[in-house]
């Protein structure tokens, strides 16, 4: 070996021992003809001295050695001196008084510090990933993300599921997204899809008998990015035979207890069940962030008999009227008031009512329309005191009053402080909720059809089997997801496992018998040979890790992420490929050829 100890391990109880070390420079110091070096490794740093009168040429190669060196050294590990302990370092009670060094490699200047990461632009952190990850916060991450992973496995071997890797190149999956695809030279024309998910080959395990299977599975969707999203993914996916959701709810619960208990170090209490009809009407979202209150109040009763235009207008059509009320916050002036209704408007709400709760009473653009019945209606229904402001959305059509209020709810409340500052070893912080009941479909305007919240393999509450044809809005799903302080963290469900069943599903989303054989025929085909009862979930482990550092964005989880636009700034991916390669693929673009320097 060519260490004897690790930087980041030595203590007083070394002092006195010689030890080899190997590291990176991570900062140098002359001071008065003794040269101070911070040497670098994966466990931490240690502070190396080289005094002038050292032995032999090391004085020497120390005075060669700048940042980001990768070198070993040899010394004695000493106390440090009266004075000069850092208590801010773990290993800051001793120093390594070098007696040799040897340089592994040299480096350049790097493009940023590796301990100053704060202001340095992404794309230069992207460009250089192999420096960003030597800082430390980095390699943190990382080991937090692997400590995850290896607890989740040693959940699922205990439990007895066994882990199985699925093709990459496959065939299209619905989950929703845009396909990745592959073009097949041996077959001209033809491409795979990469996965969005494992779902139809974990489902087809089931046949096959597996019982019960997990997989750190790599997924793609073309889609646009967000802080959460990456076009290449990995979830801890996972289906179980003879289950109903309870079982499914029960395993995943216990394994993520298990994944906090292990990894830091806290005990989760039981998951919240909150229905989604529920958790849309109280927070305006299907990941509720719990972790503060500002919910959402209907209005309709204290408006039904109004005179007021545009919610007389609203209700008579069917809408819905609801409103936020932020405590201390009713003295805003007219700008920050007007900047609010744009923020609306940018949600996709027609238009905000805000209304100012005052000493004088209601200050509002439209509070002299309003009865002294009405006034006294929405201060009861909204709680609002002097001082606070009420928002109000009214829309015909409910979907987008909760996409607005509950938009507005986590801005607000991120803006004005009004989560409160856990620490990530709280257990308080940590506001986990299953979201269960599901409506099966979901409208798209857009395309004039009825779509699958979740996907289409997702079995069907029983009694509501009936409304598939008649009314599909009355459908509920047998799906369920996991969230965490306003972000989604898994979904599953328990499965059609019926091919009769799966086919009038295709059919009442205007899939057609034909499309489906040609697109899912493999399953249905499948399920003609005894498919058992099966269920399963796809947590998010980027989303888990993140979290579980405290980070905002994925990126930060992820050794090697994409950018907001999908490109890869480390290896310049996508790129233009060989014309023979395409020539080989019979593949020709349309796209305009690439601009000098773009
Ligand atoms: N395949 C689903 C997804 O990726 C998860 C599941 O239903 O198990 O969302």
Redesign the pocket.
Known sequence: MMRTHRCGELRTENAGGTVQLCGWVHTRRDHGGVIFIDLRDTSGLVQLVFNPDASGDIFKVAEQLRSEYCIKVTGEVRPRPEGTLNPNLPTGEVEVIASDVEIFSRAETPPFQVDSHQDVDEMLRLKHRYIDLRRPEMQENLKLRHAIISSIRRFFDAEGFVEVETPMLTRA?P?GARDYLVPSRVHPGKFYALP????LF?QLLMVSGLDRYYQIAR?FRDEDLRADRQPDFT?L???MSFVEVDDVLDVSERMFKQVWSEVLGIELPDFRRIPYEESMQRFGSDKPDLRFGLELIDLGDVFAATEVKVFRSVLDGGGAIKAITIPGKGDGGRKELDGLVEEAKSLGAGGLVWIQVTGEGLKSPIAKFFTDDEVAGLTKATGANEGDLVLVVADARVGVVYKVLGGLRTRLAERYGFIPETDLSDAEHWKFAWIVDFPWFERNEEEDRWDPI??P??GIVEDTIGFLESDPAKVISK?YDITLNGWEL????I?IHDGEMQSRVFRALGISDEEAEEKFGFLLNAFRFGPPPH????PGIDRIAALAAGETNIREVIAFPKTQTATDPLTGAPSEVDEAQLKALQIKTTAPPPQPGV
């Open positions: 999956t989950e969005q998910s494992p779902q974990k997924c979830q996916d996972m289906e979740h996907h393999f997702t799906s898994a979904s599953g469900s499965r269920g399963g979930i796809a």
